[in-house]
């Protein structure tokens, strides 16, 4: 298993801002990922974070718009640019090992509220 | 493409009462299927998983079967907890992309149990 720690735990930032989230793992990854649970939903990937490389972003997402890094195996950080109140959801880093049947494992999250 | 549905909530129900949250997948292959869970404000923590089929999951009194016949993973559980009031979320692993904890959510089903 894996030990995720993201912060911050949750933020309230005005309209045309942007938040970095960070990611820190407690041992090396294979996979880091980015989902994003809006009210009331369920969870939709974001991207995935590649490290040393762009991330791979699912239909939807774009670069501009939710940066990512991933410097090394144990770290990740999403950005959420140019913020609006559509973006108030709870981001969810996940982390996995390439192999079979693998789960995943997930932060506590970040809880954010656009005013 | 894969796709995850899981009956409609909230589930409201009594406690020591007898729980079934259905989900149905649509897959190519053969994908792994979890069961996480959400308690109030905070992350997801895998409850159970099965990775073949006629597999049963279990923990904490929860159970889930993977019926490739009717491409189904049930939750079940006989005697529910107040503290078991969370929201559930079925899920399966992506296998497009070599098994390496990317997941497809379900919607998630509230559960609520009263004393």
């Known amino acids: 298993s894996a030990v995720i720690s993201q912060k911050p735990s949750r933020d309230i930032c005005q309209r045309g801002t942007s938040l970095t989230i960070q990611c820190q793992v407690d041992s090396q990854v294979t996979m880091m990922f980015w989902y994003r649970q809006q009210p009331g939903q369920s969870l939709t990937l974001i991207a995935t974070?590649?490290?040393?490389?762009?991330?791979?972003?699912e239909s939807g997402f774009v670069i501009d718009k939710f940066p990512i890094s991933r410097p090394n195996l144990t770290f990740s950080t999403l950005t959420v640019s140019n913020m609006s109140p559509e973006d108030s959801s709870i981001y969810l880093c996940s982390v996995g090992y390439r192999g079979l049947n693998t789960e995943a494992f997930f932060g506590q999250g970040t809880r954010l509220t656009v005013v | 493409g894969n796709s995850v549905t899981q009956m409609e909530g909230p589930v409201t129900l009594s406690e020591e009462a007898f729980l079934t949250i259905n989900c149905t997948y649509t897959a190519t292959g053969y994908p792994s299927l979890f069961w996480y869970v959400q308690y109030p404000g905070e992350g997801l923590q895998l409850l159970l998983k099965?990775?073949?089929?006629?597999d049963k999951g279990s923990n904490k009194g929860f159970e889930a079967t993977y019926r490739k016949e009717t491409t189904s993973f049930h939750l079940e559980k006989g005697s529910v907890q107040v503290s078991d009031s969370a929201v559930y979320f079925c899920a399966l692993s992506d296998h497009g992309s070599s098994n390496t904890g990317k997941l497809i959510f379900g919607q998630g089903t509230t559960l609520q149990v009263k004393p």
């Open positions: 974070a590649n490290q040393g490389s762009e991330a791979t972003y």
């Open positions: 099965a990775t073949k089929a006629d």
